[in-house]
């Protein structure tokens, strides 16, 4: 509670696109194994900064249709995604797959970054 989800949300994107980096690089079995889990903390960690970053956007109203449609978003990519991943695989290598989630984990910053200056200025009223 004493870091804002946006700042938490930050810093798990960014562990996130290093340890896949570090997957792309590194051939130790073990160090693999300690590097997966490692990004399954992060990766498994974010859902719910997602799921409070939603909430603190949505207004009280809109709040059960923002919800439902992040879900099926969410649902729709975790469908897709290893099967987009394996496309890019079979046409560029397995290493062009963890490039490129790095680089998705960037740009997944860019939004809440985004989202903290807003807050940060000060309003007019």
Known sequence: DKMKTSTLFIIAELMMAIL??????????????ILSFCLGIFTKGTSSVVQTLISESAQGAH????????????????????????????????????YLAAIVALLAIVPAYLSQRVQRKPSLT
């Open 20 to 33: 896949l980096l570090f997957l792309a690089f590194f051939t130790n079995l073990y160090l693999l194994f």
């Open 63 to 98: 709040f059960e249709k923002v919800f439902s449609i992040s879900e099926t978003l969410s649902g729709i990519a975790a469908a897709t995604a290893p099967l987009i991943a394996g496309v890019i695989a079979d046409s560029f290598g397995v290493l062009s797959t963890l």
